[in-house]
């Protein structure tokens, strides 16, 4: 019998797929990670034609971007979901769907999002990753924050998303809520992921959220595994260095250079993510592709294995110049989404050594042409070049006068 | 099962059309299936060549006026009417939104010297030229006392728009006579900072500034982008609409299309979005009515169809239009806008009947 075990995890899910071909049978077997899930037996004339299916909806799942559970018995509950301190790699990633930042993220770090309300009660700490937000109808961020820190479950919470921190985030930073963490971290023990700043396009826009020096949160957190923040305006890493950080993902709409030069010239021995939404300078980025080229001499990180340099208008510049980094020699995905990749920086992806180490390619979002899709198709590793976008003039539309 | 009842089985309907529009095939399409003769038509383009084509439809019993909408040469020559001749509007250019509208009221006057009976039109004229109004129709809304979002009426540059909003906030702005979300504008202004959300494509041609209905909402951060697009529309009219918070499924907001006809609220479709427009046609979703119903109760949905009956009420002896209701994430109701075509709902059907069906038998119901 043959036994084929994977996951998938970003801002919306965290399932498994699983598939037992036995003879002229398959079962599969899927659901939520943590659960029994769903069984489906189908029997076929012989074990060519089953084994045909097995393939076929192996190859499909991977291609959507499911990968081997790690240890190939993880599913039951490992991945994050309390049993273990080792955040799994696959739970880093946070992408909520193709809509950017509409959504708030249902799922992190492969737990469950669940709002925690002063007065009621708390999901599962084993399950949940703890959710705080003030809206339109109630202002209660600080209130409910406060009431987690002197609850039960603050011991054994393992991580925590940072909604919108005011009823209005116009001149409201993030600095109060981070401070708050800081003083109280003795009550976190467990605290492995803290995301600072789901806060959706209505809510207020990326390049409008207010952030601050987060670094506080590496020296008040030294079993920080994962980071990821929302928001580029009066961001800073003044102290960027943790021994333990495993993952950081900073969203923004415009990043300044000083973050990316506070971050190559720190020090963050276990990095094995890393994940920069670099914008464009219209929403306050000053970054360039000479600000990166430290990461890309590749000495850096050695632990690395997800470079994404995302939402970035300058990714053609980037592209040109990463075939050429040895980081490509020992990373698995490399990430260029979300920016206005063209044919320029596609052709030079074309050139990517033969012996990389690259196994995923993530283009998504891009503005390149159909042919030159094609050509990145044809390469040996996984490539996403979905989300095509096609040129302004073809998205005009007449009033129809109602 | 009749079709129609036999006493009133020749009657004669009129059609003012593009013909070569689908909101024209799906009328011609429920004449037929009620068992009636073709409509005596007349197209807007000959209606604006000579208005003197109007006089064949002398003999109908009921007029149907359609929408001008989807023909360039009539959009042109409905700019020239309005004060600007030779003008050729690219494929989707958004300007001359007042030339046009001046034409268009020209036009919608041309049919009322036609000189039938108020009941021969399943629109009047007059509502028409209301409806396309915005300003117009909210004033008329406040005078009944129906919930709308908080509105005035805009100055015509940007530098006294910039003196009449406050220093932060959220608005729309939307064009007096502007149709399909084209040219409505989300504005947020905090810190001295501005930003405008619009399905706008701003182009920039030889120290020239064009703008473009766009399906690509975009978002401008720069004042002189913004300066370009506001100072380009302010000119021909727009209103300003307190953002108030839409109710939402799942993560979309919604708002409800509501086509009343006869005084009741017939078919209803939600539209979904994660932007805040919600027309459809922006590559937004169509909700379930159900999903709607279980998510904020039957209750929710009447007030939402009782508040778009009151909206038709407010135009006497027209037979129906298409209501816009925002119903709030406080649960309350408040109108948006009253779209005299905004009855092609294709493949929605209530009571068995499309829109179009459902407005035939409706004129047929009424007393003559």
């Known amino acids: 019998m043959e036994k084929r075990e994977l996951q998938f995890m970003d801002g919306k899910s965290s399932k498994f797929w699983r598939i037992e071909l036995d003879g002229a049978c398959h079962t599969v077997t899927y659901g939520r990670i943590g659960t029994e899930g769903t069984s489906q037996t189908k029997e076929f004339g012989s074990p060519a034609e089953a084994r045909k299916s097995h393939d076929k909806l192996l190859s499909q799942k991977l291609a959507k971007g499911y990968v081997d559970a790690a240890g190939g018995g993880a599913a039951g509950g490992g991945a994050a979901a309390g049993g273990g301190d080792e955040v799994p790699f696959i739970a880093f990633p946070c992408t909520t769907g193709s809509n950017g930042t509409g959504s708030h993220a249902s799922n992190f770090m492969g737990l469950r999002v669940s709002r925690f309300s002063a007065g009621k009660k708390p999901g599962d700490p084993k399950k949940a990753a703890y959710f705080f937000g003030s809206d339109y109808e109630n202002d209660t961020f600080t209130e409910d924050l406060e009431a987690f820190l002197e609850s039960d479950v603050a011991a054994e919470a393992r991580a925590l998303v940072l909604g919108p921190w005011a009823e209005e985030l116009y001149d409201v930073s993030s600095a109060e809520a981070v401070k708050l963490l800081v003083a109280n971290a003795k009550k976190l023990p467990k605290l492995a992921g803290l995301f600072v700043g789901d806060i959706v396009q209505e809510e207020n826009e990326i390049s409008w959220i207010h952030q601050c020096d987060l670094s506080p949160l590496f020296a008040a957190f030294p079993k920080l595994q994962l980071l990821r923040a929302r928001g580029g305006q009066d961001l800073a890493l003044s102290k960027a260095k943790h021994a333990g950080l495993r993952a950081l993902a900073l969203e923004t709409g415009g990043m300044n250079a000083s973050v990316v030069r506070s971050i190559l010239s720190g020090d963050f021995p276990a990095l094995e993510y890393l994940e920069l939404w670099l914008g464009t300078d219209q929403y306050g980025g000053t970054c360039t592709v000479e600000d990166l080229q430290p990461l890309f001499k590749g000495k850096k990180f050695p632990k690395l294995r997800y470079l994404g340099l995302r939402n970035c208008d300058f990714v053609d510049d980037i592209a040109t110049v990463v075939v050429n980094s040895p980081l490509l020699q020992r990373i698995e995905t490399l990430d260029l989404s979300l920016g206005t990749l063209s044919d320029v920086g596609g052709r030079a992806l074309l050139q990517l050594p033969k012996d990389s180490s690259l196994k995923k390619l993530d283009l998504s979002h891009h503005f390149m042409s159909k042919q030159l899709m094609k050509e990145l198709k044809g390469l040996k590793l996984a490539v996403d070049v979905s989300e095509a976008e096609s040129p302004d003039d073809e998205w005009r539309f007449v009033a129809v006068g109602e | ?368």
């Open chain 2, 1 to 368: 099962m009749a079709l129609c009842r036999r006493r009133r089985v020749a009657l004669q309907f009129g059609l003012v059309a593009n013909p070569e529009n689908r909101r024209a095939a799906f009328f011609r399409a429920a004449l037929e299936r009620s068992g009636l003769p073709p409509a005596v038509e007349v197209s807007w383009e000959q209606v604006l060549a000579d208005a003197s084509n109007l006089e064949r439809l002398a003999s109908c019993e009921r007029i149907r006026v359609d929408s001008f909408g989807e023909n360039p040469r009539v959009h042109d020559a409905l700019i020239a009417l309005g004060g600007a001749p030779g003008v050729c509007l690219e494929h989707g250019e958004l300007a001359y939104l007042e030339e046009a509208h001046i034409g268009w009221l020209a036009l919608l006057a041309r049919l009322q010297q036609l000189g039938v009976d108020d009941q021969v039109w399943l629109s009047q004229p007059s509502h028409v030229a209301t409806m396309f109004d915005k300003w117009q129709t909210h004033v008329l809304w406040a005078a009944a006392g129906l919930p709308r979002p908080a509105c005035q009426l805009l100055p015509r540059t940007f530098e006294e728009l910039t003196s009449v909003l406050p220093a932060t906030g959220r608005w729309f702005l939307k064009p007096l006579h502007g149709s399909s979300a084209s040219g409505v504008c989300a504005l947020r202004k905090a810190n001295g900072r501005m930003q405008l959300t619009a399905p706008i494509e701003l182009v920039r041609e030889d120290g020239q500034v064009k703008l473009f209905n766009s399906l690509r909402i975009r978002s401008f951060g720069r004042e002189d982008d913004i300066q370009a697009i506001l100072g380009a529309l302010l000119p021909s009219g727009m209103i300003e609409e307190d953002w108030l918070p839409k109710a939402r499924l799942g993560d979309l907001e919604l708002d409800l299309r509501v086509v009343v006809v006869a005084g009741e609220a017939r078919h209803v479709v939600v539209r979904q979005s994660r932007h805040p427009m919600t027309n459809l046609h922006l590559g937004n979703q169509r909700g379930e009515l159900s999903d709607f119903v279980a998510a904020f109760g039957e209750a929710a949905l009447q007030s939402c169809l009782d508040l778009a009956e009151a909206a038709l009420a407010c135009f006497p002896s027209t037979l129906y239009a298409g209501v816009d209701v925002l119903f709030g994430r406080d649960r309350q109701p408040r109108l948006l806008e009253i779209n005299a075509f905004g009855d092609l709902l294709p493949g929605v059907l209530h009571r068995g009947e499309d829109t179009a069906t459902a407005i035939v038998r409706a004129a047929l119901r009424e007393p003559s």
